[in-house]
């Protein structure tokens, strides 16, 4: 595998530059945001800049509430550019002005070639059983001999014979024969640019000297590669970018991610599925890219150890259980404050952040998710009477409603309200009836929270506080509602 080390001589002296250019046709997709993070953490890591350019040629398909939900998604993760983002669409004159210096220094011909042309000569290829490529008549034709009152395309002169050789950062070296490389269109009939062009001009006037996306663009380097290696013989100073083509993401059956693996889009991981940005970040970079046997990364030791050398050249799996996990760490680690602002929204009715923010020590413990931590939180803001689940109603037989009434007794007496001066009046109660604190906890915890599963009993009365637990115990207890 090429080796991923950065000094000037290979960027020419300029320091390093990537882009993240998506096409905004809908969600910042998972596939994306982990494009992005590479390209974001390469330049972190050589001291260079991260671009993020809008690719908005597709009039028909591009929107603004696409645009919005990638912006939204990048910020979320913190993966936005380092400068304004570039829109494509706008530079279009720009992008026509390099294939018209390319049409007037022979690199590139005016195509007269119809639909139909084409289709006849698809059809006979597909009936001769080889490969259809474009040989038009028009590439050497004399100008003299152009019509001038019919539509044209633009084509790039694609060299027929040779091969060209791409020092593939992920994928080493890839070679293609020039022969399978056709006269591909620069400029449509109605003089608008490909994306093909776009995509060449774009990066070489930001500067971009590493393109980083994934392998389904392996087969545009080569043809991209003819537009740069034409127009630096043109004018001078339109070097090489370095590529590093990253596989695409599969799911857990090995196939390629697509909706029936669940989520594609970064807003459904932090909106639908409670994910933390953090999270996913960490995530991402693993899938695909590792440290040894490293799984918990932030994001300065990331910057600091990214190497794209050290990306797979295999497909990488998703796995959810493994983001699930890596999530449970981060809400262990998250500050309780900020957990229970976005905890809160996600609760039904009113919920006291404050209460939230207290509990959160206890109810993070065992959640992988904001989801989780809002359903284990559910039991403090719940209204009496106070609905039971039907586990936690098989634990409140009559003897258990007797041992409640005691229990009741016992602690409503107490002047202290805290977790020591609980557990020592139950633990004491426990050993006085000759019972197990489960035996205790059991029943009082399906009479606190309506479960049968909850935080440590002693954090439960302590967060729902004296009135509201004698409140819960006494309605179980006898039976009667208390208001």
Not at 369 to 374: G, H, I, R, T
Request: proline share 5%; aromatic share 6%; hydrophobic share 45%.
């Amino acid at each position: 595998m090429a080796s991923a080390s950065v000094t000037p001589a290979a960027t020419g002296g300029r320091g390093v530059v990537t882009r993240f250019a998506p096409s905004p046709t809908g969600f910042l997709h998972i596939g994306g945001a982990r494009t992005a993070l590479f390209n974001w953490l390469f330049a972190r890591h050589h001291g260079g800049k991260y671009l993020l350019r809008i690719e908005d040629t597709d009039r028909a398909r591009s929107t603004e509430p696409a645009i919005a939900a990638i912006f939204d998604g990048l910020e979320w993760l913190g993966l936005m550019g380092d400068e304004p983002a570039t829109f494509q669409f706008a530079r279009s004159d720009r992008h026509a002005e390099v294939a018209h210096r390319l049409l007037a220094s022979g690199h590139a011909y005016r195509c007269y070639l119809t639909q139909e042309d084409l289709a006849a000569r698809r059809e006979a290829a597909q009936a001769e059983r080889r490969p259809f490529r474009i040989h038009s008549e028009w590439r050497d034709a004399d100008p003299a001999t152009l019509p001038q009152d019919r539509p044209f395309v633009v084509r790039i002169k694609a060299p027929r014979d040779g091969e060209t050789t791409i020092d593939d950062q992920v994928q080493g070296a890839i070679t293609v024969s020039n022969a399978e490389l056709d006269d591909f269109i620069l400029l449509r009939s109605d003089g608008t640019p490909t994306y093909m062009l776009a995509v060449v001009v774009d990066d070489h006037d930001m500067g971009v000297t590493h393109v980083i996306r994934g392998d389904d663009h392996i087969n545009n380097a080569f043809r991209q590669l003819l537009i740069i290696r034409a127009m630096d013989a043109v004018e001078g100073g339109w070097p090489d970018p370095v590529y590093g083509h990253v596989p695409l993401i599969h799911g857990a059956d090995g196939a390629k991610l697509s909706k029936r693996h669940g989520a594609l889009g970064v807003d459904a991981y932090r909106d639908e599925m409670g994910i933390l940005p953090e999270a996913l970040f960490n995530y991402l970079l693993r899938l695909g890219w590792g440290h040894g046997d490293d799984e918990i990364i932030g994001r300065e030791q990331a910057v600091e150890w990214f190497d794209i050398a050290h990306v797979g050249k295999g497909a990488a799996r998703f796995d959810m259980a493994k983001l699930l996990n890596l999530n449970g760490h981060y809400l262990r680690e998250a500050d309780d404050a900020r957990l229970a602002g976005l905890v809160a929204p996600r609760m039904a009715g009113e919920a006291d952040p404050d209460l939230l923010a207290r509990a959160m020590p206890v109810l993070k413990v065992r959640a992988r998710d904001l989801n989780e931590l809002a359903a284990g939180a559910a039991f403090l803001f719940a209204k009496r009477p106070l609905a039971i689940d039907p586990k936690a109603e098989a634990l409140l037989g009559d003897e258990a409603r007797a041992l409640l009434g005691r229990i009741l007794d016992r602690i409503a007496g107490s002047d202290e309200w805290t977790l020591e001066a609980l557990e020592g009046l139950l633990k004491g109660m426990a050993e006085e009836l000759g019972l197990g604190l489960g035996k205790l906890a059991q029943p009082l915890r399906a009479a606190l929270t309506g479960q049968t599963t909850s935080p440590g009993i002693f954090d439960v009365l302590v967060l729902l506080g004296r009135d509201e637990s004698l409140a819960r115990i006494a309605a179980q207890a006898t039976g009667k509602v208390q208001v």
